[in-house]
């Protein structure tokens, strides 16, 4: 049980902004939310985490609701690089990470 | 500075056939964790290894076991291979076990005949 869900594809343009959502309804009060993306033929690389304010990195913002219900990957500006799978998860402590089948994002140049 | 690495890349062998998988962590890190992931779907958890013992497990059989050596390097074994043991097993390491972000290797793709 993954405890959170995604939409199984997205695709976008290359060089428009891509708004990856995920919906975690029973988060507790302790769980972070983390994303990784597995690009083919490699392992899940981490791409951001938070608990409940929005986060940016140099690889993307991670936008969390009020009621930390559901987060917002944003990916500024897509290239044909980010075309990978993208898995949200919660974390509590040293639980491990529970992944879904994610979302499979398509960039078109 | 050296990611975590797996070994081997590929692996095929037969039903009942036992394997041995291979992982060292990132530089630095004392944690590793191991994954199962088949065809279209996301990783799986096996079990996490810390201070060369085994610390958390998923909902595998006995079948499945590991090792953390010293130098914090891991093995995963396998008995009594099944079809369904087909898979890509995928290595993490992480500092600690405070839930840090794990760092995975590129994975052993294992084909069961």
């Known amino acids: 049980d993954a405890k959170t869900t995604q939409p199984n594809s997205m695709e976008s343009n290359e060089e428009e902004p891509v708004h990856l959502p995920c919906n975690h309804s029973?988060?507790?009060?302790?769980?972070?939310i983390h994303w990784y993306r597995q690009l083919p033929s490699q392992g899940p690389e981490y791409v951001i985490h938070g608990l409940t304010s929005n986060v940016n990195n140099r690889m993307a913002s991670l936008a969390i609701a009020e009621d930390r219900k559901s987060s917002t990957l944003i990916l500024h500006r897509a290239t044909l690089r980010d075309a990978a799978v993208y898995y949200c998860t919660r974390v509590s402590g040293n639980t491990p990470l529970v992944f879904g089948k994610g979302t499979r994002l398509s960039v078109i140049a | 500075d050296a990611g975590v690495t797996q070994s081997p890349t590929h692996l095929i062998k037969t039903r009942g056939q036992q394997v041995t998988l291979r992982c060292s962590p990132k530089?630095?890190?004392?944690?590793v964790s191991w994954y199962q992931q088949a065809l279209g779907q996301g990783p799986q958890f096996i079990f996490q290894?810390?201070?060369?013992?085994?610390?958390q497990r998923g909902n595998f059989p006995d079948r499945f076991s590991g090792h953390q050596f010293p130098n914090y390097s891991s093995e995963l074994n396998v008995n009594a291979l099944l079809l369904g043991d087909s898979a890509l097993y995928l290595c993490?390491?992480?500092?600690?076990?405070?839930?840090?972000?794990?760092?995975f290797g590129p994975g052993t793709r294992l084909l069961v005949l």
């Open positions: 290894y810390y201070e060369e013992e085994e610390r």
């Open positions: 993490a390491s992480s500092l600690g076990l405070a839930g840090e972000t794990q760092y």
């Open positions: 029973t988060i507790s009060g302790t769980d972070y």
């Open positions: 530089s630095g890190h004392d944690t």
